[in-house]
């Protein structure tokens, strides 16, 4: 019984802590693990044409660093970055903090959005 009040007390305690951060948004960490920067990232709920603008602003991604994107709507998202040399790539249907509060940036995605092109 004692588990069962303990349990109750932590989903009244953490519903709301969840709820909060589906109305006002997320904190997401990108990490860059690719050998290239990252100077644009770009965001669009995913099957939508229309990208949000440009989430890194005047900063840049540079290699083994990240950049925390907030006030981000947990969703599934089509993501476009554009690195160094001015190459764009689209990675799909990317679940920004339903699964990580986390999302890295790899050689093979890019490799692989890029072949794909």
């Known amino acids: 019984m004692r588990k069962l009040k303990v349990l109750l007390l932590l989903v009244v ?3 709301p802590l969840a709820a909060t951060a ?9 990490i860059n693990q690719s050998k290239w920067e990252i100077h644009h990232l770009y965001l669009s709920p995913k099957n939508d044409n229309d990208w949000g603008p ?45 699964d990580a509060s986390y999302w890295k940036i790899t050689d093979k995605a890019l490799l692989e959005c890029e072949n794909a092109d």
Do not use: M, P, W
């Not at 950049?67 to 089509?78: E, P």
């Open 13 to 15: 305690f953490l519903f």
């Open 22 to 30: 589906q109305r006002h948004g997320a904190r997401v960490k990108v």
């Open 54 to 98: 440009d989430q890194l602003g005047e900063d840049i991604i540079k290699r083994g660093q990240s950049f925390t994107l907030t006030n981000i709507r947990c969703n599934h998202y089509d993501i476009r970055v554009v690195d160094e040399d001015g190459d764009e790539c689209v990675i799909e249907d990317v679940s920004l903090c339903r």
